[in-house]
């Protein structure tokens, strides 16, 4: 029993020949690739980060050559995990998308290290076709609706957006002054886009009639700036 302990653990990949390494090194190019291509459609705008992509490439590839190193050498994996366990990576993440690059980039790395070209090849484009159509998928963009008029207006203000909305605005923040008051509203894009093909005039020139209004601000922030 001693014996095959200490050969499961003397157990290493030195058999591999350097065809082999190089076979496994070119799949998982092939396959970062496939990563980089898959990425690039999936983002836009500013969200869209060149050199996180083009890491994802040097990942699969440095992930394959660990595993080709590692094989089933138990002994050099613990070490291996022992040493990785220092590293501290504090990039914050801008895109919840990117974390499944991250992880579709070392499991790529892992099949292509061990050999299994036929599971990191289905894996991959299956992950490749959901994340083409459901990569562009969006929130229903959060709107702000900012208005600071005087302070008697304070209740037609409130009445008219209450109309116009139908009552799927939410009043968020209100500052007020002696003379003056601030309002702010949430709503959906889409309840905005809804509300303005509905109503007969644009709400900035409704309340622009009621008078004593200084601004009518709307504010749409978009998954590229925050999700």
């Known amino acids: 029993m001693k014996e095959q302990i200490y050969q499961l653990f003397e157990t290493s990949n030195m058999g591999v020949s350097a065809e082999d390494i190089l076979l496994r090194v070119v799949?998982?190019?092939?396959?970062?690739l496939v990563i980089f291509l898959s990425y690039w459609l999936s983002h836009a705008g500013t969200i869209y980060s060149q050199k996180f992509n083009i890491n994802l490439i040097t990942l699969t590839v440095l992930t394959a050559t660990v595993m080709t190193v590692i094989g089933n050498n138990i002994a050099l994996s613990l070490g291996m995990v022992?040493?990785?366990?220092?590293?501290?990576?504090?990039?914050?993440?801008?895109?919840?998308?990117?974390?499944?690059?991250?992880?579709?980039?070392?499991?790529?790395?892992?099949?292509?290290?061990?050999?299994?070209?036929?599971?990191?090849?289905?894996?991959?484009?299956?992950?490749?076709?959901v994340l083409l159509i459901l990569g562009r998928v969006r929130n229903d963009v959060r709107t702000l609706l900012v208005i600071r008029a005087s302070r008697a207006q304070e209740l037609a203000i409130e009445g008219l957006v209450f109309e116009y909305f139908g009552g799927r605005a939410v009043e968020r923040v209100k500052n007020t002054t002696d003379e003056s008051v601030e309002l702010m509203f949430e709503?959906?894009?889409?309840?905005?886009?809804?509300?303005?093909?509905?109503?007969?005039?644009?709400?900035a020139d409704q309340l622009y009639a009621l008078g004593g209004i200084d601004y009518v601000n709307i504010v749409a922030q978009s998954d590229e700036i925050g999700s």
């Open 27 to 32: 799949v998982s190019v092939v396959l970062g």
């Open 82 to 129: 022992g040493a990785l366990s220092i590293v501290r990576f504090r990039t914050a993440i801008k895109d919840a998308r990117d974390t499944t690059y991250i992880f579709w980039a070392i499991i790529c790395g892992i099949c292509c290290g061990v050999g299994q070209f036929m599971a990191a090849a289905i894996g991959s484009a299956a992950v490749f076709v």
């Open 187 to 203: 709503l959906s894009r889409g309840v905005l886009l809804k509300s303005q093909r509905r109503a007969e005039k644009p709400l």
